[in-house]
């Protein structure tokens, strides 16, 4: 069984530019993460989506960050404009659905971003 | 919110060597989990541990819901075990997000 995939591995931006960064769950899997993990740190929830539906939002930067999961399988988050303090490993995870028992989460291999 | 600690935040270990990592958490949880960071940056899944003891291989897990910890032991530890240890939990209430301790630190040296 295939992993989450993630793409790119790796980004080196400006500051006030943009940046995609795409994922790809696991097959069948209703529920996917974004989180940021800064250097040092553990991994922080940015959003998770239910199928194509938003479930958490509460801690995602709106004024510069978005994500969308438009037909409930991969997902992109996008930052416009970076900041020197986006420098971090950005990981997507996916789990099978949004509660109850082995809702195990997996995670992909992450993009990290360097912001100068 | 939910506090998650981890202990010993670092550790140093010679090859063979066995250890015990400990994850406290202030709330009851649905879910936790134990993963290993390797030094490329991939979260690896170790355990999903709610409750009770798991193991494998040279690696085990036991979870005290009711005491809130979790401890992860590693045996005859080897230089690939080197990386960060994370502990995450879910709260038992409406979020499903996992929240991450800060890690552990594990060095093992040959």
């Known amino acids: 069984e295939a992993g989450v995939a993630q793409s790119p591995r790796y980004k080196i931006i400006e500051k006030r530019q943009s940046v995609a960064f795409w994922c790809n769950p696991i097959?069948?899997?209703?529920?996917l993460y974004w989180y940021q993990q800064i250097l040092g740190q553990g991994p922080k929830l940015l959003i998770q989506?239910?199928?194509?539906?938003?479930?958490?939002d509460s801690q995602l930067p709106k004024d510069r960050f978005s994500a969308e999961r438009l037909k409930g399988v991969d997902s992109t988050l996008k930052i416009q404009p970076a900041k020197l303090e986006d420098s971090a490993v950005y990981l997507c995870?996916?789990?099978?659905?949004?509660?109850?028992?082995?809702?195990?989460?997996?995670f992909g291999p992450g993009t990290r971003l360097t912001v100068l | 919110g939910i506090q998650v600690e981890q202990s010993p935040p670092d550790l140093i270990l010679q090859e063979g060597a066995n250890s015990t990592l400990r994850c406290n958490f202030s709330?009851?949880?649905?879910?936790l989990q134990w993963f290993h960071q390797n030094p490329w940056g991939q979260l690896i899944n170790l355990f999903y541990?709610?409750?009770g003891t798991k193991q494998n291989g040279r690696l085990s897990a036991t979870t005290v819901a009711t005491e809130r910890y979790s401890l992860l032991y590693i045996s005859s530890s080897q230089t690939t075990d080197s990386g960060v240890y994370f502990c995450?939990?879910?709260?038992?209430?409406?979020?499903?997000?996992?929240?991450f301790g800060s890690g552990t630190r594990l060095l093992v040296r040959p």
């Open positions: 989506f239910q199928n194509n539906g938003v479930v958490d």
């Open positions: 995870a996916s789990s099978p659905r949004l509660a109850g028992v082995n809702n195990e989460q997996f």
């Open positions: 995450a939990v879910d709260r038992m209430d409406s979020s499903y997000k996992l929240i």
């Open positions: 541990i709610p409750s």
């Open positions: 097959s069948g899997h209703a529920t």
């Open positions: 709330d009851s949880v649905n879910n």
